[in-house]
């Protein structure tokens, strides 16, 4: 798979990521790596933790591109966007060991940490809300833990948070993050999805840092709904 993978992105990667050279007339448009986080198998999809998962889908879908392919222990697709590589991928390996897969791909890859994305679930944001970051901790998500981890502990990576809300009352959030939404709750995961979709189309064509910019304010008082609402 490496071959056939590395023969068709050669073209468009930097002269660095496929010989020793460090030549200064060797530039080229390195791709970016987006990658969702989420737990595998029909039991956990449309739950909380899954909207990394679903973001990714999204915005496979909106650009044609296909996640069929089985790579560093994720579902893998690859495409061009508005002359971009992006690489899109799923980690299969359970939630909190997402950075198994994560961390194998930049590495393959020779990825810049900027220039890699991680979508996922975020209970300190309402239902819905985005938030697109160029670096930052992980907070209480343990797959984002993993993901930090192999990175080498480098946390200067993009991440783009999607709000769930949080537990209701003294409901444990390892049972709440693993629950399905309601319907009005699916459905401002759903706007939110699409919206998503778009803001990392942004990053490809902009750039992180103006995505952020242009993306954060659009979010900032979208819904205005305290952290302590939640849908059930």
Request: hydrophobic fraction near 35%; include cysteine; aromatic fraction near 10%.
């Amino acid at each position: 798979m490496r071959g056939k993978l590395w023969v068709r992105l050669a073209p468009f990667l930097s002269k660095r990521y496929v010989s020793s050279s460090s030549s200064p007339s060797c530039s080229a448009i390195q791709p970016w790596l987006f990658v969702g986080l989420g737990n595998p198998g029909e039991k956990y999809q449309s739950t909380r933790h899954n909207v990394g998962f679903d973001m990714i889908d999204a915005f496979a879908d909106s650009q044609n591109i296909s996640l069929t392919k089985n790579h560093f222990k994720a579902l893998f697709g690859e495409g061009m966007v508005d002359g971009v590589p992006v690489l899109l991928a799923k980690p299969q390996t359970y939630i909190n060991l997402s950075g198994e897969s994560a961390g194998a791909l930049a590495a393959y890859y020779k990825l810049p940490l900027h220039r890699v994305v991680v979508a996922y679930d975020d209970t300190d944001l309402p239902c819905g809300v985005l938030r697109l970051q160029p670096k930052g901790g992980y907070g209480r998500h343990n797959g984002l833990k993993s993901v930090i981890y192999h990175f080498r502990k480098n946390r200067e990576f993009g991440r783009l948070r999607i709000g769930i809300g949080r537990p209701p009352g003294q409901m444990d959030p390892k049972a709440f993050v693993l629950q399905k939404f309601n319907k009005t709750g699916r459905e401002r995961i759903d706007s939110a999805i699409k919206e998503g979709a778009d803001i990392l189309k942004m990053v490809v064509s902009k750039g992180l840092t103006e995505a952020a910019r242009v993306a954060n304010v659009d979010q900032k008082y979208k819904h205005l709904v305290s952290h302590d609402q939640q849908l059930l």
